[in-house]
């Protein structure tokens, strides 16, 4: 099946500054890709997304970018606060299966 | 809006036991999966069902089984827990082709004695 490698596992920023996080995929098929936010003893939730039709889209601190071409996709999270606090999955799905696969997660955690 | 009802959330088990662990969705999806989470390893597929009856294999399916008795409910089964075994499964659904848009359980705590 698809592999999506994300980077890195652990990330820690000060508050107010910049937060980002890489994932590259490997079947040139996939078409969407998901972020989740996974808060402890929570469930993970769907923040953002982006489309292969997309390169770029926000939500508000949100920005995600996709390159086709490289097969990486990444999340930033500007102006970061402590609860950004969190762990962080990134996801590609396979069109064909109706799979999403996972990165293994970025712990993210915010200094104030 | 709704729900999706994992049980138990909390399972504590023998080693060589079948356990079964259960899932409910009021969403009305198409698509329901069974994830195994553990730290360092992110979310893993098991096993995922596109309709009631339907059953697919992911890449972690050896030493489980699955069920879709319902469109609303998919069961998974450890088949045989492995001694000091310790994860969290996490059920979601989705609506299908048109809505991509995973929801999430609270999940089941696994610990094997």
């Known amino acids: 099946g698809e592999q999506v490698e994300q980077l890195p596992s652990i990330l820690r920023v000060q508050e107010g500054s910049s937060a980002s996080i890489n994932c590259s995929y490997e079947d040139s098929a996939s078409n969407y890709f998901p972020w989740y936010k996974q808060e402890p003893g929570e469930n993970p939730k769907l923040i953002i997304d982006?489309?292969?039709?997309?390169e770029r889209k926000q939500i508000q601190e949100l920005i995600v970018l996709l390159d086709k071409k490289a097969k990486r996709f990444s999340l930033h999270i500007t102006d970061t606060q402590p609860g950004d606090s969190a762990m962080y999955f990134c996801a590609a799905r396979d069109p064909g299966y109706q799979n999403f696969y996972f990165g293994k997660g970025t712990s993210l955690t915010v200094i104030p | 809006g709704g729900i999706i009802t994992q049980t138990p959330k909390f399972l504590i088990g023998q080693e060589g036991q079948k356990l079964t662990l259960k899932c409910q969705q009021n969403?009305?999806?198409?698509?329901m999966y069974w994830y195994r989470q553990d730290s360092g390893k992110g979310l893993r597929l098991i096993y995922y069902?596109?309709?009631?009856?339907?059953?697919q294999k992911g890449d972690l399916s050896e030493g489980y089984d699955a069920s879709r008795e319902k469109k609303s409910s998919f069961s998974l089964t450890v088949t045989s827990a492995q001694k000091n075994e310790m994860a969290v499964f996490l059920c979601?659904?989705?609506?299908?082709?048109?809505?991509?848009?995973?929801?999430f359980g609270h999940g089941t705590k696994l610990s094997v004695l």
């Open positions: 982006i489309r292969s039709n997309m």
């Open positions: 969403f009305n999806h198409d698509t």
């Open positions: 069902s596109i309709t009631e009856n339907d059953l």
């Open positions: 979601a659904s989705s609506q299908g082709v048109s809505n991509e848009r995973l929801f």
